[in-house]
């Protein structure tokens, strides 16, 4: 199962109770927050930036292989890097999804789109058309 997690590291910054985020696997993902809450949803947001950017360079995103307090996208995020990271690897074209989805290219071209936001049942239709499917799971924050 692929979460599209990765280890934080969290640094004290000079602003008292504020930190510095970086990611070892990820060094394109740096951001910093007001005190742990603010950058614990900044280093989700930054993160997602930084793997829908592998994705849209034509990169492959990173093996978490570092263990530490291990952080994800947000959900909407995850859904749309595992829909393209999906497609890659599945290797039919655009058509062929628009195809198995049934909706026309142009709606497929704007799924596979990083920049573009994508409503979740079309998401999981699509991860469907390709063999995947989607798992939620729940943990200790």
């Known amino acids: 199962m692929k979460t599209y997690a990765y280890a934080a590291t969290f640094e004290p910054t000079e602003k008292e109770g504020g930190f510095t985020v970086t990611f070892a696997d990820v060094p394109e993902a740096i951001t910093e927050g007001d005190d742990m809450a603010d950058a614990r949803a900044m280093a989700a947001d930054a993160l997602g930036v930084a793997l829908l950017t592998y994705l849209e360079m034509g990169r492959p995103l990173p093996e978490p292989a570092t263990a530490g307090t291990m952080i ?70």
């Open 72 to 141: 994800s996208p947000e959900p909407e995020i995850a859904m749309k890097i595992a829909v393209i990271e999906t497609f890659r690897e599945a290797g039919i074209s655009r058509s062929e999804l628009a195809r198995r989805i049934g909706k026309d290219e142009k709606e497929a071209r704007r799924l596979l789109d990083p920049d573009v936001i994508t409503k979740l049942p079309l998401l999981v239709s699509a991860l469907a058309a390709m063999g995947k499917r989607l798992v939620i799971g729940l943990e200790a924050a």
